[in-house]
C-alpha cells in the first residue's frame, strides 16, 4: 500500500503584528484597569462592554468604497452579505451604542470601557494590529463642567495607579481658540486697516482672507501639530513661504501672510507663569473673535472649577501649546504627560511624555441619529502608563513564583499535595512539581525558571524523622552570586524544621523577604 | 445648484448574534473573573492572554478545504494571502503558545486565561456569537495529580465566587474504563466460549466482535451522550437494534449484542454510595482490559490524592454516568454541577447543571511538532456561573448609582463640584448633575434612572443660611410604595443639615442601606 502523504505540520506562530502577553503582564495590566475602573465608578461612570465586532456600516469613518472595505480595520463579509469588522477604538462603538439603546441610558450617560481594539496596519518594532484602550467620556452633556470632570478624574487616575503627584501633568488647551485665532486676525487687519470703521467697499480684500484661512484650518492643524518636530522656524516656513526638509526637497508653505503666522505662533506661546496670565494673554490673541473669546471663556471656567476641587495648575493647567488632537476635537482638549526623565535607546535624557489624552467632540452620534449629542473624554494609553510604572518602579519587572513542594517519593504524592494545600488554605501561592520526579536538578531548575521564592522537601529520611528541609531560594541564589565562602557557612539558606512547623517557617521566609 | 444627494444613514445595531453589557453585568463578571484568577494563581497557574486573531492554519480544527475557510469561525484573507481568524476557544491558541514558545516555557506550563471567544454560528436565544471562557491548563504533565489538583481548584474555585460547599459536586470520569469496557465485553464473552483456555480456531468471532466494537466507539460515545435525552431505554434501543423517534421516524441502532449493551449500562450505573464501591464495581465491568484497569486505578489514585487534601466525595466523586467530553478527551475526565434547584420557563424546579468541565487530552501540541504532549485542564462557562450566582442571590441584581449633587443654580457649579470631590475623596461614588439643570424634575428623574440612593441639594435659600437638604431615595420610594400618610409624617426621607456635615450624613444614610 502506498504510503498516505502526510500534511505539512502547521507553524506555531502568532500572525504577523500580534502578540502573547505572559504571567506578570497580563496580571499587572489588569491591576492597573482594575484601579482605573475603581476610580471613574467612583466619578459615576458606569461599565460599558460592546462587542468586539460590529458591521462596517456603523463603524463609518472605513464604509467601503471599493469592493473590500478593510482600510484601516479587519473586516470580513457574512454569507448574507453584511461587512463585520473589528473595532479600532472604543468611540465608534460608542456613538453606536449610544444611538442604538438611547431612550434606556440616562442622559448624560457617563460610561467607562477597557480593552483590546484591533488595527489592520503596518505593524512595527513595538507596534502592534491588536493594543488594549481605557475610555471614559461623558455622552449628552455640553457643560464644560464635563471636561473640567475628565480632567480631575484623570489626574485622580494617574495618582490612583501609582504617579506621583508632580510626576505628572495635565495641559489644557481649546480648539475655539485655535478656530478664534484665524477669524481674530483678518477681522484685526482690517480694523487696523479702516481705524475709523469699516469701509464696505475697502473690506473685500479681509474677507476673501478670513474666508481663505477659515477654508484652511485643517492644513493650519496639521502644520501645527508638526511644532514638536520641526521647532518654531519650521511653523513659520510651513505656515508661510515654504520649507527645504532634510533631505533638500522643498515643500510648500501655506502661504499665509506675516501677521497670520505671528497669530499663531503667538498662541502656541501663551503659556504663562499663572492660568490667569495664559488667559489675559490668549484673550487678546481672539480679540476681535467671538468664538475665539469663547473658547478661552470656556478654559476660564474649566480652571476655576478645578480650582474649587483643589486641582491646581501644578496638576492641571492650560496650556495653548498643546496641539495633538485640535483638528479631531471641537472644544477643550486634554493631555496628560509625565514629567520625569527616562533615557532613550542611545542613553539621552528625554521626558517620558504623553499617556493619555481627549476632548468634545460633539457630533458623535449625529450619523446614526441626525442629531447632534455634545460628548467628551479621555483615552488612556494603557500599553505607555504600565511602561511608565514599570519604570518608577512602582510594579514588579519580575513575578514571584509560587512556593514548590518537591516529589521525592513518587508513592506519597497524596501528601505533596496534603503539603501544597496547607500553604494554599493558608493563601500562599504553592504547588507540588508535577513533572517527571525522578531526576531532583530538574525540580530545582524549574523551581528556578518559576522564580520560586522557596522550595519544600521530604525525602523518606525526612519522613521517617518527621522534618522537612525548607530551601530559600531567593536567599540561596544572592548568595552564590555575592557571598563569601565564609559567608556561605554562616548564612545558611536550607532549613530543616519538624513538619508541623512547615506552615511557619515558610511564611517567616516570605514576610523576610517582603512578600 | 442641486441638491447633493445624502448618503442614508448607518443603522446603529450591534451585528447579529452580538451584544452590548452594561454597568453591573460588565463588573460583576469582571469581579467574579478576578476571584477565579486569584485562586488559580495560588494554585500556581500563570496568567497567559494570548492574541484574539490567529492564522487559520494555526487554529487548525477549520483548515480551508473550501474557497473560505469560514465553516464555525470568523476568517478573513490578509492581502498577502494568510487566513486569519478569531479564535473559537482558548485551547487551540494554547497548543500554538506553547508549541511557540516551549523553549522559555517551565515544563510542566501551568496557565490559566480568560477571554472573549468566537463561533460563525446561527445566533439564537440566549446564544451569542462572542461569549467568555475562563480556563485553566496543566500542559506538560502525565500524572494524574495533575488531574486531581485541577479537580481540587475547581472545588476551591466554585466556592471562593459564592457558591456554598453542598451546592455543587464535581463528578469524575475516565475514557480509558469506557474503551475498556469495549475491550472487556468482547474478552469476556471469547473466555465464558473458552472457558478451558482460548481455542486459536475458535476465537475469530469474538476478535471480529472486538475491532467492530473498537471501531464504533465513537458511535457508542454519542450515544451514551443521549443518556439524559432519551433515558435507558433510549439506549438501550439505540445501542442495540434501533428506535423510533417522537415524530415515529426509526433510528437505525448500532446493532450491538445485547451482553455488550448491558456492559454499557453497567457502566452508567456503576456509582455506588462510596467511592470504593462504585470502583469495585467499575473493576468488575472491565475485569478483561488492561486500558479499562488502568483507567480504574486512575479513578482511584485520584479519589485518594483528593482526600488527602481533604476533597472528600461530597465535593468531588467519581462517577461513570458522567458521559459528557468522553468522545473528546482521553484519559480523566471531570464535570462540576450545580445541585441546587431552580425553577425554569414554565415554573417547574429543575437541578441549574452544569458550569464547568474538562479533562485530560494528551494530543496537544502534537499538529505543530510531531511530539505528544500530555495536558489536562477545565473550562467554567463564566456566564453559566454568573447566572448562578444572581439565582442564588450572591451578586446584586442592581446596581448602586452615584451620590447626584443636584445643579440649584448654575453659577455655582464649582460648589456643587467641591461637594462631590469631597463625597469621592472619602471613597463615596458621587457626581453633580450635568444635563441642563433648568428642570429640578429633570434632575430627579435622572437620579432616580441612576439608581442613587442619595440626592444633595442647595440652593440659594440653603446655601444663606449655611444648610444642605439630603434627600434619601430609597427610603424615599420605599415610602412612596408602601406607607400610610401617618407613616409618611413619621419618617422623613429629606434632612436638613449643616453644609460642613453632608459627608457624615450621606454616610450615615448610605451605612443604614449596608451601601
New interface residues.
Given amino acids: 500500500m502506498a504510503k498516505q502523504k502526510k500534511a505539512p ?8 503584528g ?10 499587572m495590566r ?1 491591576e492597573m484597569l ?1 484601579k482605573i ?1 475603581g476610580v471613574y ?4 461612570f ?10 462596517v ?2 463603524l ?1 469613518k472605513f464604509l467601503p468604497d471599493v469592493d473590500r472595505p ?1 482600510e484601516g480595520v ?3 463579509q ?1 454569507d448574507e452579505g ?1 461587512w ?1 469588522a ?1 473595532r479600532y477604538d472604543l468611540t465608534a462603538p460608542l456613538a ?2 449610544y ?3 438611547r431612550n434606556d441610558l ?3 450617560y ?1 460610561r467607562y470601557a477597557m480593552g ?1 481594539v ?1 488595527r489592520n496596519e503596518k505593524p512595527g518594532p513595538g507596534r502592534f ?2 493594543f488594549y484602550q481605557c475610555d471614559a467620556d ?1 455622552v ?2 455640553g ?1 464644560v ?2 471636561d ?2 475628565i480632567c ?1 478624574m484623570l489626574a ?1 487616575t494617574l495618582e490612583e495607579v501609582g504617579i506621583a503627584r508632580g510626576d505628572y501633568l495635565i495641559r489644557v488647551n481649546n480648539r475655539k481658540v485655535l478656530n478664534g485665532i484665524i477669524e481674530s486676525v483678518a477681522e484685526g487687519q482690517k480694523r487696523d486697516a479702516f481705524p475709523d470703521g469699516v469701509s464696505p467697499q475697502g473690506s473685500g480684500a479681509f474677507d476673501e482672507l478670513k474666508a481663505r484661512l477659515i477654508a484652511s484650518t485643517d492644513a493650519v492643524m496639521r502644520t501645527l501639530d508638526k511644532f514638536e518636530k520641526v521647532g518654531e522656524a519650521g511653523i513659520i516656513e510651513l505656515l508661510g513661504g515654504g520649507r527645504k526638509d532634510a533631505s533638500g526637497a522643498f515643500i510648500p508653505g501655506l502661504g499665509l501672510p506675516h501677521y497670520v503666522v505671528h497669530g499663531f505662533l503667538a498662541f502656541l506661546h501663551a503659556k504663562a507663569e499663572t492660568n490667569e496670565a495664559t488667559l489675559s494673554r490668549l484673550r487678546e490673541v481672539v480679540e476681535y473673535s467671538n468664538e475665539g473669546l469663547e473658547g478661552v471663556d470656556e478654559l476660564a471656567e474649566i480652571a ?2 478645578l ?4 486641582y491646581g495648575p501644578d496638576r492641571i493647567v492650560i496650556d495653548p501649546s498643546v496641539v495633538r488632537g485640535l483638528g479631531y476635537y471641537t472644544g477643550p482638549v486634554f493631555e496628560a504627560e509625565l514629567t520625569f526623565d527616562i533615557l532613550d535607546d542611545k542613553g539621552r535624557k528625554r521626558q517620558f511624555g504623553s499617556v493619555a489624552g481627549g476632548g468634545r467632540y460633539d457630533d458623535l ?1 449625529k ?4 442629531q447632534a449629542v455634545p460628548a467628551t473624554g479621555v483615552s488612556i494609553g494603557v500599553d505607555r502608563l504600565l511602561a511608565a510604572l514599570r519604570e518608577k518602579g512602582r510594579i514588579d519587572a519580575r ?1 514571584v ?2 512556593v ?1 513542594v518537591t516529589v521525592m517519593d513518587r508513592e506519597r ?3 505533596y ?2 503539603m ?2 496547607e500553604l ?1 488554605q493558608a ?6 512539581y ?2 517527571n520526579p525522578k531526576q531532583f536538578g530538574n525540580q530545582l531548575k ?1 523551581a528556578d ?2 522564580q520560586s521564592p522557596i522550595a519544600v522537601i521530604e525525602g523518606g529520611d525526612e519522613k521517617a524523622r518527621g522534618v522537612i528541609q525548607i530551601k530559600d531560594l531567593i536567599l540561596g541564589s544572592q548568595i552564590a552570586e555575592t557571598a563569601t565562602h565564609e559567608e556561605w557557612k554562616d548564612r545558611p539558606s536550607q532549613f530543616e524544621v519538624p513538619r508541623d512547623q512547615m506552615l511557619a517557617k515558610v511564611r517567616e521566609i516570605l514576610d523576610m523577604h517582603g512578600l
Same sequence: chains 1, 2.
Fill in positions: 505540520r502547521p507553524k506555531a506562530e502568532t500572525p504577523k500580534f502578540r502573547d502577553y505572559f504571567g506578570h503582564e497580563v496580571t489588569a482594575r475602573a465608578h467612583r466619578y459615576g458606569d461599565a460599558l462592554e460592546s462587542s468586539a465586532v460590529e458591521t456600516e456603523a463609518g478593510n479587519f473586516a470580513w457574512e453584511d463585520l473589528l453606536r451604542v444611538a442604538q439603546h440616562p442622559t448624560p457617563r483590546p484591533w494590529r491588536q461623558t449628552g452633556s457643560s463642567a464635563a473640567a470632570e480631575a485622580d476655576d472649577l480650582a474649587a476641587q483643589g452620534v450619523r446614526f441619529t441626525g513575578e513564583g509560587p514548590v504524592m497524596a501528601e499535595q496534603a501544597v494545600a494554599r493563601g500562599i501561592r504553592a504547588e507540588v508535577l513533572g524549574y525558571k518559576r
